[in-house]
């Protein structure tokens, strides 16, 4: 899964810096040297990673207008910073991450790096993958319940099962991850259910190891789509 990113800046320099890092770190690049221009890009298509230099005439509206988005909420602002006035300026920008001017190769690969990482697990967090295995749900009783799941994300999972499940107590999930070498087994709660047999199950406490080997898991399924 490629991520993508754009560069609003005019110095070419900066810019060749920028695109090869972020090539080899699989980030597709799209440049604008105009912040007018790039708002109109952001406006129908959405972006990973937003790189702006804080010295083009205009950027001070434009970063405003990108927190003011709702579509833009998840994108990763990053802007490069090179005189006094920028600098003073940092804190309105709305950036998580910020270059100094000349950027430096070993500058770009430690912030851009910082910067992927921090998109992929906003990205993985909330990623659901679906899947269909068997399930058993253990309530407090020693009752259990046999159901189909249906997908599942770092925080809890859908099932759907024909049996009647007790919203009010706290759960015991367990099931096989395919290809994993853990079985995922979790505390867990019932966080809704319809008529239909569908049930959200919210994960409660899911033991260091096993919450690694499910981050992997969705990590790799997620990269081979």
């Known amino acids: ?16 810096v920028l695109e090869c890092i972020l090539g080899s770190l699989h980030m597709d690049v799209a440049v604008e040297e105009e912040p007018q221009r790039a708002l109109a890009r952001l406006s129908k298509s959405k972006v990973d990673a937003l790189i702006v230099d804080c010295d083009l005439n205009g950027t001070n509206h434009f970063l405003q207008e990108v927190q003011r988005d709702h579509r833009q909420a998840n994108t990763v602002p990053l802007v490069i910073v090179g005189s006094p006035q920028s600098r003073n300026n940092l804190d309105a920008t709305g950036a998580l991450f910020a270059f100094e001017k000349p950027i430096s190769v070993e500058q770009a690969v430690r912030t851009l790096s910082a910067a992927r990482n921090l998109i992929l697990d906003g990205r993985l967090r909330y990623h659901r993958e679906g899947l269909n295995v068997p399930v058993t749900l253990r309530g407090n009783r020693h009752a259990h ?31 096989d991850l395919p290809g994993a070498k853990l079985p995922l087994k979790a505390q867990a709660e019932i966080a809704w259910q319809d008529q239909r047999g569908n049930v959200g199950i919210r994960f409660v406490k899911v033991a260091p190891r096993v919450q690694r080997s499910l981050r992997l898991w969705l990590a790799q399924q997620y990269f081979a789509n």
């Open 145 to 175: 319940v046999e159901g189909d799941l249906i997908n599942v994300s770092q925080g809890g999972m859908q099932i759907r099962t024909d049996d009647a499940v007790e919203t009010t107590q706290p759960v015991r999930v367990s099931f």
């Open 1 to 16: 899964m490629t991520l993508s990113s754009m560069v609003v800046s005019r110095d070419w320099q900066e810019v060749s």
